[in-house]
């Protein structure tokens, strides 16, 4: 997903060393994360269609986006 640009993520260097090197992924530096201390919440958004019922791994990732309560994130939008 990352490789093609479907958003950001945080991957182990050995994984990504070969796609930085190449141009095929950039590193970035969040103005507000120094790298020693935990890094920054950042927002996140479930986006998907109202007309089609959420497979398997849709429903997964909502249940455990859920889990992690109203404080830390809010689910809209969802017709099941």
Same mark, same amino acid.
């Given at each position: 997903?990352?490789?093609?640009?479907?958003?950001?993520?945080?991957? /182990?260097?050995?994984?990504?060393?070969?796609?930085?090197?190449?141009?095929?992924? $950039? @590193?970035?530096?969040? =103005?507000?994360?120094?790298?020693?201390? @935990?890094? /920054?919440?950042?927002?996140?958004? $479930?986006?998907? !269609?109202?007309?089609?019922?959420?497979?398997?791994?849709? !429903?997964?990732?909502?249940?455990?986006? =859920? *889990?992690?309560?109203?404080?830390?994130? *809010?689910?809209?939008?969802?017709?099941?």
């Amino acid at each position: 997903m990352l490789l093609a640009g479907l958003g950001w993520g945080s991957m /182990p260097l050995h994984i990504v060393e070969d796609d930085l090197a190449t141009g095929r992924l $950039v @590193r970035l530096h969040p =103005a507000s994360w120094d790298g020693r201390n @935990r890094m /920054p919440r950042l927002p996140v958004s $479930v986006v998907r !269609r109202r007309d089609r019922a959420a497979g398997l791994a849709g !429903r997964w990732l909502f249940e455990r986006l =859920a *889990a992690l309560g109203t404080d830390e994130v *809010a689910l809209t939008g969802q017709s099941d």
